[in-house]
């Protein structure tokens, strides 16, 4: 309105709490008193929290990349009055270096453009608006929904896969979590072993790394080497969740202790350090104490030596000090693959100098903590916690997962979620991945504990999810709310960044609400979203790897039925152990009614006898009654026996 007024263009500059150079560029740039009054003398100034407004994110760092420009954060763009890009960059420093011009410089170039070129700025502007909306907001003809997708995904993003040191080729490194879950669904529906192998190395060398905090447990964000050496040392909530996820399928599948070990110091940390008083889960971490990026998590051979002592060789038993070339810090504390090997063997022996270490880090000043409370980055975690509390009988995470489920659903106002809570304040409303994160959370928790309650809740959520986001065909979701009038255009919450996209979320929940409800009509609705998405993903697969995910468990939906004494059960236990995303579980107790479980297409099975019924989509495999035979059968491909 202010800009529209004063016929003046608007500076926007998006980021967030954790990230090292938004702060760098507020402090060097916006906190400077000759550089505020440039932009105030020729700029209306907004600034955003990408992770409070993602949907606004998407939107200029799409034009930003529009232009041809490399995107990050902080995200500098300039805009027309009416909020359409016509110029940007990212981090600029005060005074020109880094090959890049000073802010101010910057300023007064894009000042001197808009007062003499702007019918060339409001063309640039228009055009690239037009070009924002069509590849974010458009509506693709309807796609297929076939093996061939996953497969062709998962072999491209293979040929990427670094193979001595995990991960993609290359620095800097990302965990990439919907990129190893395609690799994980490869592997779990085709048996194509080297794409499970891909993942589990992927996971070995991270977990070894720099990027892992070995005393503290969880992972920063990423590493800027191609060693997972040296980390970015912020530490977000959304990482930690998906890597629970992959550690809990990857111990499922292998048994190897490290997976298990790394799954209990992750939950230990996020139940420890990230919870607030209400039991939801806050946002991050910086990477920065002090003024230093990694003060907090690096040490010197001194350093370690005046904690533990004598212990002191001990500890170079099982990690080392690395302080590559490039690096400005401290060391970093990593591991060799031997070590990794040694100090599981050790692990008593290990905890005990890890804890030294930790209680004498805790003295330190502390890295900065984000406590807002991000409601899709809470379904993550919840689900998380509730899938591995389940695999690995660990009753509490279950209950923690339960207690911020809770909490979430707390802050609802009329029955619509926030989508950003902080204190009192709330955020309203939510987004799509909101609705989507929180119903899978729902689905994953009732799996843990076979409450009806939690079907409910998902329930409840979806049908928010469709009053206020679904699109006037039924073919999909917007990622904004219809009465969110503050963004240029609603876009459809398509692409992938760290965490699949609200659509591939959305597509997943629907689909799993549908194995538990045994509905056609749901199921048909899941099929429905799900081919509309992968029409609009077949061009970008690589950024939608979430959609193509989510569609290759729409097109084969797997719904294990369990019915087993509740005292001592004989088959739940065994698919416990086996997690696979592909599935959900249901378990009922001998002896209950017979219509209070459907199979596929609605027929009753008897609850008179303990049984295992594997359905994909409307067939199932023949009742299994011995554990060893379910275990083999989930251990396999369901392809493998003759369906009835």
Known sequence: MEAREIDRPILLSVGYAACHWCHVMAHESFESDDVAAVMNRLFV???????????IDQIYMAALSAMGEQGGWPLTMFLTPDAKPFWGGTYFPPQPRFGRPGFIQVLEAVDKAWREQRESLDRSADSLSEHVTRRLAGIEAEGELTKNALAELAAGISQMVDRQAGGLRGAPKFPNAPFMQTLWLSWLRDRNEMHRDDVLISLQKMLAGGIYDHLGGGLSRYSTDADWTVPHFEKMLYDNAQLLRLCNWAFGETEDPLFRIRIDETAVWLLREMRN?????VSSFDADSDGQEGLFYTWTEEQIRSVLGDGTGEFFRYFQLVEP????GDPVVRQTPAQQIESIDHQAEVSVLKEKLYRARQKRVRPGRDNKVLVDWNGLAIAALAECGRSLSEESWIQSARKAFDSILATKQDGRLPHSILG????????????????????????????????NEAKALMEQLDRWHQDENGRGYYLTASDCLDVPMRIRGDIDEAVPSATGQIIEALTRFSSVTGD??????????ASHAAGRARNQQYGQAGIINACALAAEPLKLLMIDNREKPALVPVANRHPDPRRVDLAVALGSPTDSIKLPGGALPSTGKAGAYLCTGQICLPVIDDPTELELLLRGHPADRHRV
């Open 45 to 55: 100034n907004i600034k955003v929290d990408r992770e409070e407004r993602p949907d």
């Open 277 to 281: 008083e209400d039991g939801a889960f």
């Open 424 to 455: 009192k304040a709330k955020l309203f409303p939510a987004l799509s991945s909101d609705y989507a994160a929180v119903a899978n959370a729902a689905i994953s928790l009732f799996e843990a504990t076979q409450n009806p309650i939690y079907i």
């Open 325 to 328: 070339s490039n690096w400005e």
């Open 520 to 529: 056609v009509r749901d199921y048909e609705k899941a099929w429905n979203v």
